[in-house]
């Protein structure tokens, strides 16, 4: 059974910064490229970044320069890294893992709340 879960979501403020991760367990970690979305309020799941197995990375424009991506294989984990945090970053933050590329989304996590706000 392939479960991801997130985990170190929660509210900060503007400007500040947060470290998700994922711990993913039931697939061979090692064959999967590893994504995350998001979803906020009121509107569609929309793709944040994604690595692949050999670390290549692909971001969504509205997160270049301020989000960053990276695995540990030998741990099966996958970190998202956000910087300069704003207001519109809040949203439900979910973990995917596929043999797609560049959106990966074969599995699913059951997502980790994200609140930017002063």
């Known amino acids: 059974q392939v479960q991801l879960v997130e985990s170190g979501g929660g509210l900060v403020q503007p400007g500040g910064s947060l470290r998700l991760s994922c711990a993913a367990s039931g697939i061979i970690f090692s064959m999967y490229n590893m994504g995350w979305y998001r979803q906020a309020p009121g509107k569609q799941r929309e793709f944040v970044a994604s690595?692949?197995?050999?670390?290549?990375?692909n971001f969504a424009d509205s997160v270049k320069g301020r989000f960053t991506i990276s695995r540990v294989n030998a741990k099966n984990m996958v970190y998202l890294q956000m910087n300069s945090l704003r207001p519109e970053d809040t949203a439900v933050y979910y973990c995917?893992?596929?043999?797609?590329?560049?959106?990966?989304?074969?599995?699913w996590g059951q997502g980790t709340q994200v609140t930017v706000s002063s």
């Open positions: 995917s893992a596929g043999r797609g590329w560049p959106k990966p989304s074969d599995y």
């Open positions: 690595i692949t197995v050999g670390g290549l990375t």
